[in-house]
């Protein structure tokens, strides 16, 4: 039985988690994945305006649309959901007075420069723990062993109540130099084990299917995190262009790359140096790697705003962020669905209802 299950008691096992993807997994999909025994996260990102409207909808959606559903908690204020921050843009004192009043499960943090990451996220560490009385625990992401162990070398009251490794198969943005979750999960398992410290480990990165969930509880995993899988989802919230794309797309290992141009197109040039972001292969990049100038690559993206749906594809230059995992990602389906059957699929892996 996975360490998680005694603070999440609704969940069902393996235990399968939508991450917070900005801005696409809503108070909707993280009800719903929660409603289907997983855990759902909310993705807000560096933007906080619209936390405490996400995590009302959240318990509007658990209260009318999943009702029939009894969502066990370990006291009764817990929201049993989550909901993710960037830190290199979130200020703890603007976000804690929505967590307090909602009392999210789990608070997942990311995005840190490796300078400030043990001060800050063992900061948001003690003082969510101390606003909610212990009953929101914190999730850090990581994407190397040295920074898994950088977080947990600290005083117990600041370190991490779940662990994230994030392997480099993921999409969307994380580490520029990384191993993948084969490496990355049993080497911080090992470790933490030869110095005695248990905390829970969640694998993330190129998982979209059962046998990827089996594969990483082998290596060390509680549970597991699917980006790419839940990006193609009823729930969310996302464009049917991108959604399309991830339908389309197969051989994710040529047809994704980890750039930074997607970021700089946008506008989001905040992000620490050692981070970039595994998206589609379109014509942004093709021509910036043929030596187009951003500026000039920028105007065109914005020309492409204006198409709609028809701006996505490998012709097209709006982003679709997905991991190497896209071309096992066949159909859009329903987050209970996708939760569900990609949890059949593992148990069926491992044996475990023989």
């Known amino acids: 039985m996975s360490s998680l299950k005694k603070e999440y008691p609704w969940i069902q096992e393996p235990l399968i988690i939508c991450p917070p993807m ?7 999909l993280a009800a719903a994945v929660s409603a289907a025994g997983g855990i759902g996260f909310i993705g807000l990102g560096n933007n906080i305006d619209k936390l ?13 649309t999943h009702s029939q559903t009894s969502l066990q908690t370990t006291n009764a204020a817990i929201l049993p959901v989550g909901v993710g921050f960037l830190n290199w843009g979130v200020k703890l004192d603007d976000a804690l007075p929505s967590i307090k009043k909602h009392v999210p499960a789990a608070i997942w943090l990311f995005g840190a420069a490796r300078e400030t990451m043990i001060s800050l996220y063992g900061e948001w560490i003690a003082r969510v723990h101390a606003e909610t009385n212990g009953l929101s625990k914190v999730w850090v992401q990581v994407g190397s062993v040295a920074d898994a162990l950088s977080l947990v070398d600290v005083p117990t009251s600041h370190r991490p109540d779940v ?3 994030q392997g480099s198969d993921a999409g969307g943005h994380g580490l520029k130099k990384g191993a993948g979750i084969i490496t990355l999960l049993p080497e911080v398992h090992d470790t933490l084990a030869e110095k005695n410290i248990a905390i829970p480990l969640v694998g993330a990165g190129g998982i979209a299917d059962g046998r990827g969930v089996a594969a990483a509880l082998c290596l060390g995993a509680d549970g597991v995190a699917m980006g790419t899988r839940f990006l193609a989802c009823k729930q969310t919230d996302i464009m049917k262009g991108y959604q399309d794309e991830l339908i389309r797309a197969r051989d994710g290992g040529q047809t994704t790359v980890r ?14 140096e050692e981070y970039d972001g595994r998206g589609m292969v379109n014509q942004s990049y093709v021509d910036e790697q043929a030596g187009m100038s951003d500026e000039e690559n920028r105007r065109l993206y914005e020309v492409e705003k204006t198409k709609g749906d028809a701006g996505w594809g490998v012709k097209g230059r709006m982003t679709s962020y997905a991991g190497t995992g896209v071309g096992l990602v066949k159909a ?19 044996k475990l209802d023989v």
């Open 22 to 28: 900005l801005p696409v997994a809503t108070g909707e």
């Open 52 to 64: 405490d409207a996400q995590l009302s909808l959240a318990a509007h959606h658990l209260q009318t």
């Open 332 to 350: 859009v389906m329903t987050a209970e669905e996708i939760v569900r059957q990609t949890r059949d699929e593992a148990r069926k892996v491992l």
């Open 259 to 272: 750039t930074t141009i997607y970021d700089r197109l946008r506008g989001y040039v905040e992000w620490p």
């Open 163 to 165: 662990l994230v490794l």
